[in-house]
């Protein structure tokens, strides 16, 4: 019986670890580097830089959560991001259109096609 218990222990352990393991990690690189350069990346400007240089990402992966809940796999996620991200900085930039104009184009362009 005792190994049983060690066995449903271990088995338990690694569900919650492959769970949650990520998040561990990434808790544990934060500390990591809070204590190493305290003076440089515990800081409000650093945490502000990572989340505005990263906002793109955590919009698409917002936008993809849902579909992975309910068991779907959208493969175009990235390509019709690029072809958007194209879209909204080209057109202003090269072709003079508003930007809200360059923005709507880049939702119809890059809709679903079904």
Do not use: K
Not at 50 to 75: H, P
Request: charged share 10%; hydrophobic share 50%.
């Amino acid at each position: 019986m005792p190994g049983r218990d060690r066995e449903s222990i271990t088995q338990q352990s690694l569900a919650v670890l492959s769970r949650f393991g990520l998040l561990l990690l990434f808790l544990v690189l934060v500390a990591y580097f809070s204590v190493e350069r305290p003076d440089s990346f515990a800081t409000l400007g650093n945490a502000s830089s990572i989340l505005s240089a990263q906002s793109v990402t955590v919009i698409a992966g917002l936008g993809i959560l849902l579909t992975l809940i309910l068991g779907e796999f959208d493969l175009s996620v990235a390509a019709n991001l690029s072809l958007a991200n194209v879209f909204v900085v080209t057109l202003p930039e090269r072709q003079g259109v508003p930007v809200w104009s360059a923005s709507s184009s880049a939702v119809a362009i890059s809709g679903e096609s079904d």
